[in-house]
């Protein structure tokens, strides 16, 4: 899908579903994390982008509280009360449910809309599909019943959607960047405060989204597995998350972790350490030393965190291997999904079709691959004199 041709597609779609044109259209997009990986649940720092990929709603109010969405993607509809919600077997549905769930249990009070949802991130790829429906969602009941758009409030909200009612124990990243992205910018998010830094690509640079045709999902063991070790480490630490834990405090008080804690701990040490340092590169300007941590990075989650798979390594290899690539690591919980690479703008072309080409021949996968823009966040897009929003 084109995504530049998604206003005028939910637009029409909306029409021809309920008769009239729209007076609200939301979106909110997906994510690339540069660097920062596992550490946001860790109350640590991250490093990612909001991209050009989104979830949209078209969107209008109702007198009851009723709320019916109808999904384009998947041509079904959801129909639920504000008053009564409850679990059902649409799991896409869950999502939007759960937001209402957690804005309402927030003391907001919500009215009812009707519309259709679509969306163009990639499911199950590691780059936010369920985060983006989440924040537009939020926006749709924000706009609709005229509540403040506060982003780290609305994304702790969608994450507790996600945490609680979804059944998902994902930290708080994917939501805060769908809530907040600012166009052009990378965002440094400080997990424990919610503070932000906007912190620009380097020059002549582009992110390079390079999908293995993996596919994992985040409801298994897994990931609760590694976030319940690194709780156990922290407890060692005495501290209240990993984040506390410098680079020389590990090393020096390690010892005492069983083998496989230790190298889960040293993972989210080293890569908060690298996600800082990501930063100031990118404020420098210096591609380099940016490529250097992300290189850094995804070695780390190989050997210490064991999130990767033949996939994502054969990936990572490929665009390491290509012309104009800075660095390239996986990108998401892992498993499967997308991996991520910073190349300089004058070679993406030659290096688009040569990872491509090799990571064909030697998976026998046929990768998607995505030359990403840094995009805002959650939004209403319908023009403001026009919604009345």
């Known amino acids: 899908m084109n995504s530049s041709n998604v206003p005028q597609r939910i637009t029409a779609a909306f029409t021809e579903h309920f ?62 009360d504000l008053c009564h919600l409850t679990h059902d077997n649409q799991k896409w549905a869950e999502y939007i449910k759960g937001v209402a769930w957690a804005l309402q249990t927030a003391g907001h009070k919500l009215c009812g809309w009707e519309g259709v949802v679509t969306g163009d991130v990639p499911i199950g790829a590691g780059l936010s599909s369920s985060a ?16 403040p758009w506060d982003a780290p409030t609305m994304a702790q909200l969608g994450q507790r959607a996600e945490n609680e009612w979804v059944g998902v124990n994902c ?27 906007l912190v620009p690509l380097p020059r002549d640079t582009v992110v390079v989204v390079l ?15 590694r976030r319940r070790q690194c709780e156990v480490a922290a407890e060692y630490f005495g501290v209240r998350a990993l984040r506390d834990v410098d680079v020389v405090q590990f090393e020096a008080c390690a010892e ?43 070695n780390s989650l190989r050997d ?59 998976t026998r996968r046929d990768s998607q691959i995505y030359v990403c823009r840094a995009t805002n966040g959650a939004e209403i897009v319908t023009p403001q004199h026009e919604s009345g929003y």
Request: charged share 25%; net charge neutral.
């Open 19 to 80: 008769g009239a044109p729209p007076p609200l259209v939301v979106r909110a997009p997906g994510r690339v994390n540069l660097i920062g990986e596992h550490t946001d649940y860790n109350d640590g720092f991250v490093l990612p982008m909001a991209i050009d990929r989104a979830a949209w709603i078209a969107l209008r109010p109702r007198a009851d509280q009723q709320v019916i969405i109808h999904s384009l993607d998947l041509a079904q509809t959801a129909v639920f």
């Open 256 to 298: 005492g972790l069983d083998p496989v804690t230790r190298r889960r701990a040293r993972h989210v040490v080293g890569e908060n350490d690298r996600t800082r340092a990501a930063a100031i590169a990118m404020a420098r300007g210096d591609a380099v030393r940016l490529g250097e941590l992300i290189n850094e990075s995804h």
């Open 132 to 147: 983006a429906l989440e924040m537009a969602t939020a926006r749709a009941f924000a706009a609709v019943a005229r509540l």
């Open 211 to 225: 999908d293995t045709a993996t596919r994992r999902g985040l409801v298994d063991s897994a990931y609760n597995e």
């Open 304 to 362: 210490d965190f064991e999130v990767t798979n033949t996939e994502l390594n054969v990936m990572v290899e490929c665009a390491r291997r290509a012309p104009g690539c800075y660095g390239a690591r996986m990108t998401g919980a892992g498993f499967g999904g997308c991996a991520v690479a910073l190349v300089a703008l004058p070679a993406v072309e030659e290096f688009v079709s040569q990872v491509k080409s090799v990571y064909v021949k030697t």
């Open 171 to 197: 930290g708080i990243m994917d939501q805060m960047i769908s809530a907040a992205g600012k166009e052009g910018h990378a965002l440094l998010i400080d997990c424990r405060a919610l503070a932000t830094e």
